[in-house]
């Protein structure tokens, strides 16, 4: 083959490649902070964004709600934050530190139930009872304090704290359940959606109201795309997403 040749069959791949590479090197970054329930969901959504919007990359930090609300104090490069409970942002909120509220999303709580409980027919309070272990998270982090909350109603909170295995965050529940390392454990319904799981539903009249919140930093340095991201949320297409993943 011919220099000739061979150049005109490789140039076009690479002056392509090259402007592949120089349009995500000038991309500009949105630095979003989300509770870690929220990772599939916030994923496919920031795909579908990426798609829209050309030019902007979305930079996703999943974790649990208090590492993520020390790490927005510490730092101010984070955009946007998004919490799987109300308070966080709220307290944000009133700090100056998030504008932009949006209530954006909401679930169920449930027990999810490991294999070797997955047939068991009693009642949630009567499976806490009989259960040896129950993962839960700290009350510092929302899914701990809805279970917690639901607890306390049935007069069961001291008893689950003595068979207590503590996880990090709600994957961590799913993780111990999933894997029959541990008997029952409090998740969302959202943690479900791709999960062949046993779980049951608490009662309407005991169940704290699950509420995703979020907002915009104060101090992000991309505001405007924020804002917009933000909004993209509540639209048709990013509510069908979350929807999709029970929320």
């Known amino acids: 083959?011919?220099?000739q040749r061979f150049s005109s069959l490789f140039y076009p791949i690479?002056?392509?490649l090259l402007a592949m590479f120089s349009q995500a090197s000038l991309a500009k970054e949105l630095l979003i902070s989300a509770s870690s329930s929220l990772t599939e969901p916030l994923t496919e959504i920031s795909q579908h964004y990426e798609r829209e919007n050309p030019?902007?990359?979305l930079r996703l930090n999943f974790a649990a709600t208090p590492v993520l609300v020390r790490q927005i104090k510490a730092q101010s490069s984070v955009d946007v934050f998004l919490s799987a409970a109300l308070a966080p942002v709220s307290t944000l909120v009133g700090e100056g530190m998030i504008e932009h509220q949006v209530n954006f999303a909401s679930t169920e709580l449930v027990l999810i139930l490991s294999p070797k409980w997955a047939q068991a027919k009693d009642s949630i309070p009567e499976l806490i009872k009989q259960s040896s272990s129950i993962a839960l998270c700290d009350p510092s982090v929302p899914i701990g304090d809805y279970a917690k909350q639901y607890l306390q109603k049935e007069g069961?909170?001291?008893?689950?704290?003595?068979k207590k295995v503590q996880a990090d965050n709600v994957k961590g529940v799913v993780?111990?359940?999933?894997?029959?390392?541990?008997?029952?454990?409090?998740?969302?319904?959202?943690?479900?959606a791709k999960k062949?799981?046993?779980m049951r539903p608490l009662p309407r009249d005991k169940a704290p109201q699950v509420q995703f919140?979020?907002?915009v930093l104060s101090k992000s340095s991309q505001k405007k795309e924020a804002i917009k991201f933000v909004q993209y949320l509540q639209t048709p297409k990013g509510r069908k997403i979350l929807e999709k993943y029970k929320l």
Do not use: K, P
């Open 1 to 3: 083959m011919t220099i």
């Open 14 to 16: 690479f002056i392509g």
């Open 55 to 57: 030019g902007w990359q």
């Open 156 to 162: 069961l909170w001291d008893l689950a704290v003595s």
């Open 175 to 192: 993780g111990f359940v999933e894997r029959g390392l541990v008997d029952v454990g409090f998740v969302y319904a959202s943690d479900l």
């Open 196 to 198: 062949n799981i046993a």
């Open 213 to 215: 919140a979020g907002g």
